[in-house]
């Protein structure tokens, strides 16, 4: 069964860095198209940025070049560090892996960017 576990968000000043893990079962991170979405208040669920098996990385206009999305085949995870944090950027954060079409949701974690 393919499951994803997302970690690593909580309450960050702006300007701050916090970095994300999504850990993955079932399925090799190495092989999939791994993302990170996020879902603002009252918003609809957007791409953030997302990595494919031939390490191709793709970002939305809104982080590019404040976050880095990466993958550690060995521990079988995928990150997003995220630098120069803004108050926008406070959402839910979800993990997606593709497998093959098929589409595995992490459950999510909370990034928080306030005084």
């Known amino acids: 069964q393919v499951q994803v576990v997302e970690s690593g968000g909580g309450l960050v000043q702006p300007g701050g860095s916090l970095r994300l893990s999504c850990a993955a079962s079932?399925?090799?991170?190495?092989?999939?198209?791994m993302a990170w979405y996020r879902q603002a208040p009252g918003k609809e669920r957007e791409l953030v940025a997302y990595i494919t098996s031939a390490s191709k990385t793709t970002y939305s206009d809104s982080v590019q070049g404040r976050f880095t999305i990466s993958r550690d085949n060995a521990k079988n995870t995928v990150y997003l560090q995220m630098n120069s944090l803004k108050p926008e950027d406070t959402a839910v954060y979800y993990c997606l892996l593709n497998y093959y079409g098929n589409l595995y949701w992490g459950k999510g974690t909370l990034v928080t960017v306030s005084t």
């Open positions: 079932g399925s090799s991170v190495s092989v999939v198209t």
